[in-house]
């Protein structure tokens, strides 16, 4: 029996209950592993602090394994996304007085940006 009448937020609370760093489950046969990786997300978010960092495994038949962080987490970003990043940073730095700029100030100013864009609609 698990703790709660939705069972994303049961597998999520019980990890936090035992303090566990990984989920380990099967795929759905009615969900993508993307459904069940953002359902289980959505359950995480929800969860009381303090929220553990939770690495979710979807295991397929066959064998493959997605995994999932979920909560705040280091994005996965492909290689022309850290080249761009970086290419701007070298840009920002070449400037003396910019020298001592971080990834972080090229990125983050990027989010603000998209935040307010949101808060708009």
Known sequence: MYPGADVFEAIVLTAQRLDSSTIVCGLSNKLTTDEQGKLTGDAW?????????LMMEIHSPGGAVRAYMLGPHTPRLRSQTWNLCNQVWLDVTSDPKLAGAHHYDIVC???G???TRIEQR
């Open 45 to 53: 978010e929800r969860l009381p602090e303090p929220r553990p960092r």
């Open 109 to 111: 100013p990027g989010f």
């Open 113 to 115: 940006r998209i935040e």
